[in-house]
């Protein structure tokens, strides 16, 4: 397996300081867009729509249960028994002790998909998820999202009684947020994943193989 060239201490951090400089206009071109973000507006959304849920029944409005803000991560509904290996991936970078943190801050976090919410109940306890898992099945909720047959994250805001939805990302927006990827990114071989631009004889694979 290849390996990246051996340079002295000297040259290794001269490399280094070249490349943090990159970093830092990237860590600011972020800040920027997050504060773009936070200024997005807002649309009305249904807040008629009723999850099954462990607990019961519950409509979007309670999904928030009483925080002010809620995101919605949609998992793919590849049909009984076929789940799909992205949102597995993802859900299973979704940490607990990260979810208190964020309903410290006023944030519920559920994920929701269209699968039955029996087959969800399987899948979770197979998984050994204890995550928030709701079901939206039977109603239109993955569509009026622009999510489909696909995955999406939304972000959701409460104002009274009202709904309105602020943000969604899908594809490489969910991508980056999740942690092992993160970590990898920062690695010699990085994800190690074919569509990467890595310097040849670096191991890679399909992203789903």
Known sequence: MEKPEIVTAEEWQRARDELLKAEKETTRALDAVAARRRRLPMVRFDNGYVFDTPAGPKTLLELFEDRGQLVVYQFMDNGPDHYCPGCTGFTNNVPSAGLAQLADRGVTWVTVSNMPLAQIEAYKARMGWTL??????????????????????????????????????????????????????????????????????????????
Do not use: K
């Open 132 to 209: 928030p898992f709701v079901s939206s099945h039977g109603t239109s909720f993955a569509d009026d999202c622009g999510a489909g047959g696909g995955f999406m994250l939304s972000v959701f805001l409460r104002d009274g009684e009202d709904v309105y939805r602020t943000y969604n990302t899908t594809s490489r927006g969910v991508d980056r947020l999740v942690f092992v990827n993160s970590i990898l990114d920062l690695t010699p071989y990085g994800r190690q994943e074919d569509w990467e631009d890595s310097p040849p004889g670096w191991p890679q694979h399909p992203t789903y193989g």
